[in-house]
């Protein structure tokens, strides 16, 4: 095999047999229905508030009297319910595309481990903030501190979990010690007469 077309495959397949499904593919998959749940929660937070500010138009045009609905004034629930179903949606779709492009880097062999640190880290930053506003608004009775703790609670123990692994493997790179499982999947797709040797030291 020519030093150029050996050159090319391990550029290509470097990373990719570093990784183990089972490490990674459980994350994607609760964070992905999760995200999903997200952008439905999203839309309908956003149904519900048009369909609470028609009622309340049809109720009570002249504005003259206070509409309540589960403790809130309809004009403060109509608030709440925008702000959360857009924090709401751009998590979801935020955390989506992230674990997309984490899929489609892994599939490739490209999934660089410091590439799943960095998305792992801004995941988890974003996730833990949203758990812990969710937590404080929680302590005040508010129901939507409630559904932000049901939504905020797995992504962020994913994000955190991906952050651990990202760390690992980060510290494995520096090390070289990938380099040893990185060239036994080259060798294993090309076939045992094209050897890869890893010469650094």
């Avoid at 501190?145 to 980060?170: E, F, H, K, M």
Wanted: proline share 2%.
């Amino acid at each position: 095999m020519s030093a150029g077309k050996l050159q090319n495959i391990t550029e290509m397949r470097r990373y990719r047999g570093i990784w183990r499904k089972r490490d990674l593919v459980p994350f994607w998959i609760l964070q992905i229905i999760l995200a999903i749940v997200c952008i439905v929660a999203a839309a309908l937070l956003f149904v519900g508030a048009s369909s609470v500010e028609r009622q309340q138009r049809e109720i009570e045009p002249s504005g003259l009297f206070v509409i309540v609905y589960l403790g809130y004034e309809a004009d403060d629930l109509v608030k709440y319910a925008r702000i959360t179903g857009t924090i709401t949606l751009i998590l979801g779709v935020g955390t989506l595309i992230f674990d997309l492009i984490e899929i489609i880097l892994l599939v490739q062999g490209r999934l660089n481990p410091v590439v799943l640190l960095i998305t792992a880290c801004v995941k988890t930053m974003v996730w833990s903030a949203y758990f812990i506003t969710a937590i404080i608004i929680t302590t005040a009775s508010s129901i939507f501190g409630a559904l932000g703790l049901l939504v905020g609670v797995v992504p962020t123990l994913t994000s955190i979990a991906q952050l651990v692994y990202g760390v690992i493997y980060t510290n494995r790179k520096r090390n070289g010690q990938l380099s040893r499982r990185t060239n036994k999947a080259i060798i294993g797709d090309q076939g045992s007469y094209d050897m890869v040797y890893d010469t650094r030291h």
